[in-house]
Every structure is written in C-alpha cells, then in structure tokens.
C-alpha cells in the first residue's frame, strides 16, 4: 500500500529553528508537496520538489531524497503564526496526490 | 479574484437526509477535486474531474455523487446521509496534474458537515 509517515506532533520555541520528517512509500514519484493548514484553515502551498535536495524559500526550506523516500520542511526564525499543521503529500505515478496525516506545530513563546 | 468559493461552511444534517455541497472556481482550472479531512487522518480524495463532463472516483467514493457540467462549478451530493460522513469537505482546484511542473492546488474554505 501507499503510505506517508510524519510525526503528529512537535513543539518549539519563537525564534529558533524546526524540522518536520516526512517518509513515504508510494506507487511511483512524482513530487512532493508542502501545504500548510491553520485551525479551521484550507491547506495553502509552500513548496515542491521533483529531485533531490534542497529547496529554499525565505524562512521556509525543503529537502528530498528519492532513494530514500524522505523530505523534510526546514523552518527558521519561527514566528507565532508558524503554528499550524504542516502537510506532506506525494504524487504517485497515477499523478495523484497521497497525503500524510499531518504534523501540528506548536510554537511557544 | 474570489479563488474557489465553497458553500456552505457548516452544516447539520439528520441521518437519511441528503444535500449538495457547492464549490465554484473562477481561474478557469481544469481539475477539480473533492477532499474529506478527518481527525489524524491525511486529506482522503473522494471524487475528481478533469474537465466539464468527465468525472472519476477517488479513494473513498462511496455514499457520494458529482457532476462537472462547467468549468467552473463541480458540487458534491451526499445521499442518505450516515454519521461517517461526519468530516470536513474540501474543493479544490488546479491547472493540471501531469508533467513536470508544480501542480498546486487551490483550496476553497472547507465545509464542517456533521451528520446526526
């Protein structure tokens, strides 16, 4: 079956720096997506990447490794409103999107 | 540029009744998609189309029907609804889904539907 891993749930702190796991085991690649969702919120687009290694943003980053199924979302100078739930999603080689549960980040003072 | 407008934003339901969900875009994208967001769960994909008049089935289909006659309006229709439709319901839109490029999707503002 097609499966995407990430932790539930992280913590930290205003200021400092975070990074969200995010493996998958699915059917075929073709991109990895980043979406980020407030409480209450539609999913809003962070980043994409296709091939290996990293994508850069402003404060946002994310990396990928295709031999080993795994990405990561690099979040630097946290701010409050960075608490959100972070999603990873992969699209397969039918070009749909497998989505992860999602990592609620909670940032505190 | 209104995006993709979902109506309506809750919504109570009894067990057996029925309703449509409506989603609308205005970027004149080709697919659209209907999306279930349960607790702990990631996004489950119930239906998708990629353009007026052709409709698929995605992962979790069953109890739901769609309709794609424009470009622009793509509802959602429970029938005789049961509490595991109980969940939060996404549209959402995008350009394409093939090729190399990004294929990002836009999100209308979700509909909490509880169903008692």
């Known amino acids: 079956g097609q499966n995407i891993d990430q932790p539930t749930e992280m913590t930290a702190t205003e200021g400092a720096i975070v990074q969200i796991n995010c493996t998958y085991q699915t059917s075929g690649f073709n991109g990895l997506f980043w979406y980020q969702q407030h409480a209450g919120e539609a999913p809003t687009f962070l980043s994409y990447n296709v091939l290996d290694g990293l994508e850069e943003k402003g404060r946002f980053s994310s990396f990928l490794s295709r031999s080993k199924g795994y990405s990561y979302l690099l979040l630097k100078e946290l701010q409050m409103k960075d608490s959100a739930s972070y999603l990873c999603a992969v699209r397969d080689s039918n070009y749909q999107l497998i989505w992860g549960a999602g990592t609620k980040l909670i940032i505190k003072p | 540029n209104a995006g993709v407008t979902q109506t309506p934003k809750f919504r109570i339901l009894k067990i057996g009744q029925s309703m449509t969900l409506q989603c609308a875009q205005d970027m004149n994208h080709n697919y659209m998609y209907w999306y279930r967001q349960d607790p702990g769960m990631g996004l489950k994909l119930i239906y998708y189309?990629?353009?007026?008049?052709?409709?698929d089935k995605g992962e979790v289909p069953n109890g739901y029907n769609v309709s794609r006659s424009t470009t622009e309006d793509f509802p959602l229709r429970l029938e005789l609804a049961a509490p595991s439709q109980t969940s939060v319901y996404f549209c959402?839109?995008?350009?394409?889904?093939?090729?190399?490029?990004?294929?990002?999707?836009?999100f209308g503002a979700g509909s909490r539907l509880t169903v008692l």
């Open positions: 959402a839109s995008s350009y394409s889904t093939s090729g190399s490029g990004a294929n990002v999707l836009t």
């Open positions: 189309s990629v353009g007026a008049g052709i409709t």
